[in-house]
């Protein structure tokens, strides 16, 4: 059951001012965040907080670090801006090599949000099949109980209920759908990983052979699911199984890292996490990729869609030319920003420590936190990590939407000083309530340590014995 909510933010925010934006909900007196300095928020009424949602998983090294807004503020001092399609720009091609050098791809295409690198993706994939010589590829398949991003083409491939309802109309059809990977709320009781894998590549494989094989463009997945699940990770051996099923039927195989990509999850892109450490990574490489949130780290708006070499080569041997083009497409300040944060990443090992600090936190969340009666899971990696609440241990059962547990934890949490990322309900019939802890990869132990108190303290202040 759940007890009454903390008092309102007040503590932390700057009351009932009236506000002449249209936030998500016309409430007004959100908190005021005045500044941030490294792993820490600062409000008008003079509160410190610990941003462990790091934003919505954006703020991957910390606010305001000095390398990071002099490089951003010398590009806007020498060029803030050029059409993409008429001039290249030095900070774009310097971080589309390394991008590409890094991890095996043939070319970075850079947007400004992460919707718009979905919707990218979409298009990339089928002019792919059109230059390819195969127009017929028009159908999509991704993963129930996920988020793909906002604009209406994200919305159709993803399936977040919630956010699709009232758009449905405007959906296209062409977008289907197949079983998540979550192996706390799916696998059955008894079946090994490789069973449950073996399952999914099985519906993978029969949902395109239903659909029509010569008709699918891409199958689409977050390698751990995000905002639509809490943090829920893959089973090893998932992401080359379900590679492979796309191999064999001439499917693109796109994994979606806007939010658990560039180093969140403990290594540089979530999928290197099921590559055979042998191999060059190709039995899990995407062919397409997206990134957001983190590859600026919130210095200036930025995202990207990475595009492997086979797929660059399809269109060199076509048209040459993706039809699609953004004003801001490889904007200077935000490619300068991305820029870097690369290199601040890679310079102070960052993926690393973020791999470790991660290990930190699910350990001390294990020891204090799961034990709680309302705590059915910990999960994921590296700083992304999930905390999913249900109403009984035993049955997994969540609580009603309209409880709005999950909110009520992170206003509890937001009281005792530190942000988290919350959400609950996403699809009818899939009411879940999770926690998200996405601190910057620089969170010290210490803090850690005060994290997992407060997010123990807010959990039991809302959700009694
Ligand atoms: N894809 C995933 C996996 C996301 O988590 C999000 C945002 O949360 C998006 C796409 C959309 O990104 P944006 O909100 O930057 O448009």
Not at 93 to 119: H, K, P, W, Y
Not at 155 to 164: E, F, P, Q, S, V
């Amino acid at each position: 059951t759940t007890t009454a909510k903390a008092s309102s933010s007040a503590a932390n925010g700057s009351g009932t001012t009236p506000s002449s934006v249209f936030h998500r909900t016309l409430k007004t007196g959100l908190p005021m965040a005045i500044r941030g300095e490294g792993n820490y928020l600062y409000t008008a009424s003079g509160a410190k907080i610990l941003d462990a949602s790091g934003g919505a998983a954006v703020v991957s090294i910390g606010h305001a670090v000095p390398e990071v807004v002099e490089a951003v503020t010398a590009q806007l001092g020498t060029l803030p801006y050029v059409s993409s399609a008429l001039f290249g720009m030095q900070p774009a091609e310097d971080l589309a090599s390394q991008m590409c050098n890094d991890a095996g791809f043939g070319r970075a295409i850079f947007l400004t949000g992460g919707s718009e690198a979905v919707e990218t993706a979409i298009k990339l994939c089928r002019q792919y099949h059109v230059e390819n010589g195969r127009p017929e590829r028009t159908k999509f398949i991704a993963r129930e109980i996920s988020y793909h991003g906002n604009t209406l083409g994200a919305l159709a491939l993803g399936r977040h209920d919630r956010r699709r309802k009232n758009f449905m109309p405007l959906l296209s059809t062409e977008f289907h759908a197949v079983s998540p990977c979550n192996a706390y709320r799916f696998k059955n009781a008894g079946d090994s990983d490789d069973a449950y894998v073996a399952r999914l590549a099985a519906e993978l494989d029969a949902k395109i052979t239903e659909l029509g094989a010569d008709t699918v463009a891409a199958f689409f997945m977050e390698p751990i699911v995000g905002a639509a699940a809490g943090c829920v990770p893959f089973v090893p051996g998932y992401i080359r199984a379900m590679k492979a099923v796309c191999r064999k039927h001439g499917v693109l195989f796109c994994c979606d890292e806007i939010m658990c990509g560039l180093g969140r999850s403990g290594k540089l892109h979530a999928w290197q996490w099921d590559a055979d450490p042998n191999s060059d990574g190709d039995d899990a490489r995407p062919d397409v990729q997206t990134l957001g949130k983190g590859l600026c780290g919130g210095y200036a708006p930025l995202s990207a869609v990475l595009v492997a070499p086979a797929v660059v080569d399809v269109f060199a041997r076509g048209t040459g030319a993706f039809v699609n083009g953004y004003t801001f497409q490889s904007s200077g300040m935000g490619t300068a920003a991305g820029l870097a944060v690369y290199n601040y990443i890679k310079k102070h090992g960052l993926v690393e420590q973020c791999r470790l600090r991660g290990q930190l936190l699910v350990r001390l969340l294990e020891e204090s936190v799961l034990p709680l009666p309302h705590v059915g899971s910990v999960r994921g990696n590296g700083l992304f990590i999930g905390i999913e609440l249900v109403q009984d241990k035993e049955t997994k059962q969540p609580y009603p939407y309209a409880d709005k547990v999950a909110d009520k934890i992170g206003d509890a949490v937001l009281e005792r000083g530190a942000a988290v990322y919350y959400g609950s309900g996403c699809a009818d019939g899939w009411e879940g309530d999770h926690i998200m802890l996405c601190p910057p990869y620089t969170i010290t132990e210490d803090e850690i340590v005060f994290l997992v108190e407060q997010v123990k303290a807010g959990i039991q202040e809302v959700l009694s014995e």
